[in-house]
Every structure is written in structure tokens, then in C-alpha cells.
């Protein structure tokens, strides 16, 4: 079935202007000022006045097979189902493990990104965990990112936290090496997600890497950078050598209240401190276990992330930090692809039909695509996961 989308305002995240769309499959065929069709065959014309298409969206870290918990086995996160990204605009998710590599095994996770594949979703993961020497699927790093499609690099590997295996810079420098070598010999990017927890050192042991070894500071891609400000002037520091960071969009009334800032607020900062708008991204930690500790690292609650508040904190961008609509966009869409080496994240003529309709006023999606497959329509899941129609 072709499908041809009029009268959108279009951003590739880029903006195009008021242009027509046409896909068809799982491939977009044509974006041009005013697209005409006279045939026989069956196709569909989206009158979209008053909306803005733009690429799905990246989430590049949820846990799709639940997180946790840091409470006992009974806070263990629930699994990501299908319509908790969909319904947000979220048509690609980067996996990972957590904390718990133990409960939370990487077979799972290749088993669940592969369910949520056969339903619709763009799904891929990362090998390893929070905790060095790294697990793996197979005998070794190198073969899970070279023979498994679904892992792209290692990580969240946790540094800064309480919680990590407090890596040395030697242990970090050869993660790292064997992720870069196994990605240049598969044709993936061979990231290294990195946790940054809330300890001062913050990203010293990055920067150490970068400066005692040949691993350039690129291959790294922290995360949770919005954890307070000094952090997030390290950021702008990293940027400046060349590197990308991550702003996490799930987060907790007390954590904001004690020096966290929102994604969206600092987005906005490292985009008026000068940094480069292709070197920020948000992600939405979705289904991770969000625990609250008092200042001795004992465990006084806790929350969950969500995959919906990736949107929120676009739209607060947009609204209230006033970040343009280009670059907020950019930050969940064509940032985290490219430095996790996706081919997602941007609309063109023989790209992947990963498209949404935003209101222009709400920025609410309306309606979804995931490789040309409706997922939304409306504002409503019109395709959901296997069991999530079953009620309690």
C-alpha cells in the first residue's frame, strides 16, 4: 500500500517545510514540494494541515526486560511493552542491562528485543552490564557484537556509582578497545554506554582513558549527565573534546529537588554555554528502577522510568526552554543514531518509513509508523504487544 502525507510541516529532523511524503513498504519513496499519484493501485491520502511530521523517535537507553530493584526481588521493573513506546513517537529503543546482570540475563534481553521486533519496533541492544569484567552472551564481546545483529556496542557500564564494579582505567581502556575493534570488523559503532552515577569524580576516569590511551573520548556515550550542575558543566568539557552526551528524562521529584536538573532544562544550558546541537541527546530510561538515596547511599524510595517521558521533556524543551523544534528534535531522533551508528533517525527518499504526525500546537502524536507498519492512530495504539490486551 503507498501512503501519501499532505500538507505536514516536515523536519528531516531538519526543516523542510510544508512538503508532501510518500512511503510505501517499509520505505519512504519521496519527499517533494507537491507529490501527485494517478494509478490503479490502492493508496492512502493523509490530509495532515496542521501537523508536523518528523522521524521517530531514538530512545537509546531502556530497559526493555525491567530493571532493578535495589529493594529486594519484589522491586524488580516490570518488562516495556510495545505501546509504551509507540504511543509516545518512540520507534527505535537501544536495550540494556542494569544493576541486576544476574536475575536480568542478556539472553532475555535478546529474546525481548526480538518479540518487540515481530511486533513492530526498531530494537536494539548492548552487550554487558553495569559491572566489569563484562558478561557476555557468547565466549567473548567481540563475538556478541560481531555475530549477534541486535548488540551494537557494551554498556550501561557504570562508573561514578556506588553501585558499579569500580572499574580502573586499565579495565575500562580494554572494554572499550574490544568494543571499537569488534564494531569496525562488523560494521556497527561499538559504543560504550557509560552510567554516570552521583559520585564527585564524575568523569574522571573517562577523561583518563582519552588521555592515557589511544581510545578516542568519542567511543564513550555518558549518560545521566543532568545528574547535578558541576556534571553538567564536565559535559560541555567532554563535548569540547569531541565527545556526546546523554541528558536522562525519567527522574524523581525528590532528585530535582536536590540538584538534578530536567533533560530538557539542560539541553538548553550546553546549547547556550556554545555546545555543538549535534553532540546532545535525551533518553527516557525507560522501565529502570529509579532509587532514591539519602546521602549515605541507603535506599529511601523509589520510582520508575518511563518511556512518555522522553516526549515530555521534547515538548518542555520546545515550550518552555525555548529550544527550537530542529534541535529538540535532533536530540531523539538523528543524534543518538549517529553515535550509536544507526541508520535511524532522519527522513529521506530510500530511508526506513519510521514516521510520526505530531499536533503542531500539542506536540501530542497523532499518528505512528514503524517501518511502514501503523502502530498509532489517533493518539491510540491501533497495534499492541501479544498480551497486553489481557486485563487483570
Not at 505530531?358 to 517501518?371: G, L, R
Request: proline share 3%.
Amino acid at each position: 500500500m503507498f501512503t501519501l502525507i499532505k500538507g505536514a510541516q516536515v523536519y528531516a529532523p531538519k526543516h523542510l517545510g510544508k512538503v508532501d511524503v510518500l512511503f510505501a513498504g517499509t520505505k519512504v519513496l519521496a519527499i517533494e514540494s507537491n507529490i501527485t499519484l494517478d494509478s490503479n493501485l490502492h493508496f492512502d491520502t493523509i490530509n495532515a494541515q496542521g501537523m508536523i511530521l518528523t522521524p521517530g523517535f531514538v530512545d537509546s537507553l531502556v530497559h526493555i526486560t525491567g530493571g532493578g530493584g535495589e529493594a529486594g526481588f519484589a522491586s524488580r521493573t516490570p518488562e516495556m511493552q510495545l505501546s509504551d513506546a509507540s504511543t509516545s513517537g518512540i520507534t527505535t529503543v537501544v536495550a540494556a542491562l542494569g544493576t541486576d546482570s544476574s536475575s536480568r540475563s542478556l539472553h532475555n534481553l535478546i529474546a525481548k528485543a526480538k518479540g518487540l521486533k515481530e511486533e513492530g519496533l526498531n530494537v536494539f541492544c548492548h552487550s554487558g552490564s553495569y559491572h566489569l569484567p563484562v558478561t557476555t552472551l557468547t565466549d567473548s564481546l567481540t563475538n556478541d557484537i560481531m555475530y549477534i545483529d541486535e548488540f551494537i556496542g557494551v554498556g550501561e557500564v557504570a562508573i561514578a556509582d556506588h553501585r558499579s564494579s569500580q572499574p580502573t582505567m586499565q579495565q575500562l581502556a580494554e572494554v572499550a578497545s574490544q568494543s571499537r575493534v569488534a564494531g569496525m570488523l562488523s560494521g556497527k559503532a561499538g559504543t560504550v554506554s557509560i552510567h554516570i552515577g552521583p559520585s564527585k569524580e564524575g568523569l574522571d576516569l573517562l577523561f583518563e582513558v582519552a588521555d592515557k590511551t589511544d581510545i578516542p573520548i568519542k567511543q564513550f556515550y555518558p549518560t545521566h549527565m543532568n545528574r547535578n550542575s558541576d556534571l553538567v558543566m564536565q559535559g560541555i568539557k567532554f563535548c569540547k573534546q569531541g565527545g556526546v552526551i546523554d541528558f536522562t528524562t525519567s527522574t524523581t521529584d525528590h532528585d530535582l529537588a536536590h540538584g538534578e536538573l530536567a533533560a530538557a532544562e539542560a539541553l538548553a544550558f550546553c546549547l547556550s554555554h556554545g555546545v555543538n546541537d549535534t553532540q546532545l541527546t535525551m533518553s527516557s530510561d525507560g522501565h529502570a528502577s529509579l532509587p532514591i538515596f539519602n546521602e549515605e547511599n541507603e535506599l529511601i524510595g523509589m520510582d520508575i522510568g518511563k518511556e512518555s517521558s522522553l516526549l515530555d521533556a521534547f515538548i518542555q524543551a520546545v515550550q518552555i526552554f525555548n529550544v527550537s523544534i530542529e534541535q529538540a528534535l535532533m536530540s531523539i531522533t538523528s543524534n543518538p543514531a549517529k553515535v550509536l551508528g544507526l541508520n535511524k533517525g532522519t527522513l529521506k527518499a530510500g530511508g526506513d518509513a519510521d514516521i510520526i504526525l505530531i499536533d503542531e500546537k500539542s506536540f501530542i502524536p497523532q499518528e505512528v509508523w514503524s517501518n511502514g507498519k501503523h502502530l498509532v492512530s489517533k493518539q491510540q495504539a491501533i497495534s499492541k504487544g501479544m498480551f497486553e490486551h489481557i486485563s487483570r
